[in-house]
């Protein structure tokens, strides 16, 4: 087996991306956070839908700020606008805070990210990315994790446009997910006991603290969920009863179930029909289920004799290859996503069916792992052993230790810059403004 390295911090000898191809990619993601806006009316944008997530024009905002600071923290130049620096803090103000800063409203948030981006355009172009005693500018980290966050940006803006008032987003998928053919739910595959590496590997490229360093994880031999779980597999819970059984929930759960008065995932109404921002439909058996928290996930599988998987069961399923002895970067090989395996990147405006593309497949034969819908699993957020923060406690080290559930494999709404088979989000564990589903193990 290749042993892990113990590097944290990004490696310098990680071949930087050509400075062009960045700029294009920095462009790229700009060009996307305006078409998401583009049919988004600015009084719809400055106001608050909902204080589980921030005013829209608060993320714009947010965006601009923090590659405003980075840049100036990556190229020694005094920032746009460092008095915002603190109204954008996304640590300093929780999201049910956010609507009472002063935060800029539409224009003037659209300004800023403008000349932001022709800023960091500007930095890009005379940073040396080469220089390996310059962790923010070697092999262009601090450059791809702009990039990045604008994307993770761009899927809660996506949320907060679910949860908003019907049609506040009106817009039909540019690219329909590809519908493979529907798949056995239940059925199981089995992942034989042994070592693998889990987490990013100095090869990776760019990755987040919070995914390295990579190291060796003995996992005992289980068996996972070919497919997600899909709308009607879960509908047969609700029908049996499910969100009335506190056998079947745990006492957390339960206890959250009765207090916030659920009986069904979110979006879905009592007649049996389902909301996706400015569509009301009949609910499609097919596609994976959304909007469930780690609660139901967990009340769901245990009603079937099982339970979520591991974070670790869970990577290696997604990257093993035990005939190679080595691991994958995606479920399928090394070939970058592409529709006919994965849904990604917002423009369908929805999933696909629940393990419908078989060109996804793992080495062992699970299917759906990446794009889709998120997965639960069963961790609490913490670090890797060897962890270091890098190049800042607040985006994860913070949240360590404080309840919340590490979420895997990206949704339809995930940009494919803006996840991997290592890649770790995290909620807490009521939460389903997320585009989360999740699948069984046993």
């Keep these: 087996m290749r042993r892990p390295r113990s590097e944290t911090l990004p490696p310098g000898g990680v071949e930087a991306l050509p400075e062009r191809d960045l700029a294009a990619r920095l462009a790229e993601a700009h060009g996307h956070t305006l078409w998401l806006v583009e049919p988004v009316c600015d009084e719809a944008l400055d106001r608050v839908h909902d204080t589980l997530l921030s005013p829209l024009a608060w993320d714009l905002g947010h965006i601009a700020a923090f590659a405003d600071l980075w840049i100036s923290r990556a190229s020694g130049r005094?920032?746009?606008?460092?008095?915002?620096?603190?109204?954008?803090?996304a640590e300093e103000t929780p999201r049910a805070e956010r609507g009472d800063l002063p935060y800029l409203r539409c224009a003037e948030a659209r300004t800023y990210l403008a000349d932001v981006h022709e800023r960091?355009?500007?930095?890009?172009?005379?940073?040396?990315?080469?220089?390996?005693?310059?962790?923010?500018?070697?092999?262009?980290?601090v450059w791809e994790m702009l990039v990045?966050?604008?994307?993770?940006?761009?899927?809660?803006?996506?949320?907060?446009l679910q949860i908003a008032p019907p049609g506040t987003l009106r817009r039909e998928p540019e690219h329909p997910p590809v519908h493979g053919a529907r798949h056995a739910q239940g059925e199981m595959v089995a992942v034989e006991?042994?070592?693998?590496?889990?987490?990013?590997g100095p090869e990776a490229g760019f990755s987040y603290d919070n995914e390295r360093p990579q190291h060796e994880v003995h996992v005992p031999a289980f068996e996972i969920d070919r497919a997600p779980v899909s709308n009607g597999a879960y509908l047969e819970f609700v029908e049996e009863g499910g969100y009335s059984r506190p056998e079947w929930w745990s006492e957390q759960g339960w206890a959250w179930r009765?207090?916030?008065?659920t009986e069904r995932p979110g979006y879905w109404g009592a007649d049996g029909r389902v909301r996706a921002f400015d569509r009301t439909e009949e609910l499609r058996a097919e596609l994976p289920v959304m909007h469930v928290s780690f609660f139901e996930a967990e009340a769901y599988a245990r009603s079937r004799g099982k339970r979520l998987p591991t974070e670790a069961e869970w990577e290696k399923a997604a990257t093993w290859d035990a005939d190679a002895v080595a691991k994958r970067t995606w479920p399928w090989g090394e070939e970058r996503p592409s529709p006919?395996?994965?849904?990604?990147?917002?423009?369908?405006?929805?999933?696909a069916v629940a393990g419908g593309l078989p060109g996804g497949a793992s080495a062992y034969g699970v299917l759906g792992l990446i794009g889709d819908a998120w997965e639960w699993t069963t961790n609490e957020l913490r670090g890797y052993p060897g962890f270091r923060a890098f190049p800042y406690r607040e985006y994860s080290e913070t949240h360590f230790g404080k309840g919340y559930r590490v979420l895997r494999g990206g949704s339809w709404a995930t940009r494919s810059d803006a996840v991997r088979s290592t890649f770790r989000s995290w909620d807490l564990p009521e939460r389903r403004q997320i585009f989360v589903g999740?699948?069984?193990a046993a």
Aim: glycine share 14%; aromatic share 6%.
């Design 78 to 89: 005094e920032g746009l606008r460092p008095e915002l620096f603190e109204v954008y803090d």
């Design 120 to 141: 960091a355009l500007e930095g890009l172009e005379h940073a040396d990315l080469s220089n390996p005693d310059d962790p923010l500018n070697a092999g262009g980290f």
């Design 148 to 160: 990045e966050h604008e994307h993770q940006h761009n899927e809660t803006m996506l949320q907060t």
């Design 193 to 200: 006991g042994g070592p693998f590496l889990m987490g990013a």
């Design 258 to 261: 009765r207090a916030s008065g």
């Design 340 to 351: 006919g395996r994965v849904t990604l990147d917002q423009r369908s405006m929805g999933p």
């Design 438 to 440: 999740f699948r069984c």
